[in-house]
């Protein structure tokens, strides 16, 4: 049996891998810091981000399809190479692991552009809005961490 997925399944799938990357990288930034502060509240992001990955799951689910997941193996070599750019930033390390947490919902930012460029469906314009803000709100959290930083 031959299974093929639709324009629609493929964007949502790789829309969910990359939510839930994000989330994974935010927990491993948490488990990173020394700063409790910074890891409750990127804790509280990833969590808040791992409830939008739950609907974008279920989204797919009910599409007949399975939910994809990230490569664990690509995960841990990239959560390696940032803590090890981090480390080599010394004094600054905390200022570059929240500078790759944004650049990576940047990259999520222009998958979802791309998402909603495919015209996947009005049935998941309150989902994509769902993720659109949780950037949003995962960006201005980050950007505020990074503030904190600099005036530290």
Do not use: W
Request: charged share 30%; aromatic share 4%.
């Amino acid at each position: 049996m031959t299974f093929i997925r639709t324009d629609e399944q493929v964007a949502l799938n790789d829309l969910l891998v990359a939510i839930q990357k994000s989330a994974d990288l935010l927990r491993d930034a948490a488990s990173f810091l020394d700063d409790a502060n910074t890891e409750h509240e990127l804790l509280q992001l990833a969590e808040r981000r791992e409830m939008v990955s739950a609907d974008l799951a279920r989204a797919i689910r009910a599409l007949d399809d399975m939910p994809s997941a990230p490569d664990p193996d690509a995960e841990a070599t990239e959560k390696l190479l940032q803590r090890i750019s981090a480390i080599f930033s010394g004094e600054k390390s905390q200022q570059a692991v929240l500078q790759q947490r944004l650049q990576t919902e940047e990259r999520l930012s222009a998958l979802l552009e791309d998402v909603q460029g495919r015209n996947v469906g009005r049935q998941f314009d309150d989902l994509l809005y769902e993720v659109k803000e949780s950037i949003r709100e995962v960006t201005l959290h980050l950007k505020e961490l990074m503030r904190r930083c600099h005036v530290d």
